[in-house]
């Protein structure tokens, strides 16, 4: 069974300029979730969907932050603009049962 | 306050040593009980859940959940080099949202 696909595995931006990633689930997992780490942190949850719908982002700061998960599948998360604060890992995650997470290799981000 | 405490170490043990990772936790809610770990520049990988309290066992790995001292633990035993890596405690109070750990970082020494 193929894990959980994210690219890019790395980037680096500037301040201000915008990034995203994408993430491809297990397939049949219906629940996708974007998760921010920052070193030294645990994760944290930025976006849960179910489907192609969220059912929770109260973390995601909505004024630079957005993502879509089109067609149920594949998902996105934008960050645009980016601020020195974003520079982290963003784990792409998908469930079957909710308290089974399989997580990506995640995205190293870097804003300079 | 946070609502889920783990210890970052780091923690430096010998190789075949017992170790013991440990979190608590503030909100009674939380019902299922995971331990991720994860290898430098990798996600977090599931290893074990529990649901309430009780003990669960897997090969040299052993779970643990206190529910009246809002404690969890997770036991490795003959630890080896392979299991160098941060190991993050996460929870749930039923939903899909898990509440994780800062992870503690462990070492194992030949």
């Known amino acids: 069974e193929a894990g959980v696909a994210q690219s890019p595995r790395y980037k680096i931006i500037e301040k201000r300029q915008s990034v995203a990633f994408w993430c491809n689930p297990i397939?049949?997992?219906?629940?996708l979730y974007w998760y921010q780490q920052i070193l030294g942190q645990g994760p944290k949850l930025l976006i849960q969907?179910?489907?192609?719908?969220?059912?929770?982002d109260s973390q995601l700061p909505k004024d630079r932050f957005s993502a879509e998960r089109l067609k149920g599948v594949d998902s996105t998360l934008k960050i645009q603009p980016a601020k020195l604060e974003d520079s982290a890992v963003y784990l792409c995650?998908?469930?079957?049962?909710?308290?089974?997470?399989?997580f990506g290799p995640g995205t190293r981000l870097t804003v300079t | 306050q946070k609502e889920v405490e783990q210890d970052p170490g780091p923690l430096s043990v010998p190789e075949g040593a017992i170790v013991s990772l440990n979190c608590t936790y503030s909100?009674?809610?939380?019902?299922?009980f995971m331990w991720y770990r994860q290898y430098s520049r990798k996600g977090p990988e599931l290893l074990m859940y529990?649901?309430?309290?009780g003990n669960k066992e897997d090969g040299r790995f052993t779970a643990q959940v206190d529910k009246s001292s809002k404690y969890i633990s997770l036991f490795i035993r003959d630890s080896q080099p392979s299991d160098s890596a941060t190991y993050l405690c996460?929870?749930?109070?039923?939903?899909?949202?898990?509440?994780f750990g800062t992870g503690t970082q462990l070492k194992v020494e030949l």
């Open positions: 969907f179910q489907n192609n719908g969220v059912v929770d």
């Open positions: 996460a929870m749930t109070g039923g939903g899909n949202k898990l509440t």
């Open positions: 909100n009674s809610a939380f019902q299922y």
């Open positions: 529990t649901y309430s309290s």
């Open positions: 397939s049949g997992h219906a629940t």
């Open positions: 995650a998908s469930s079957f049962r909710g308290y089974e997470q399989y």
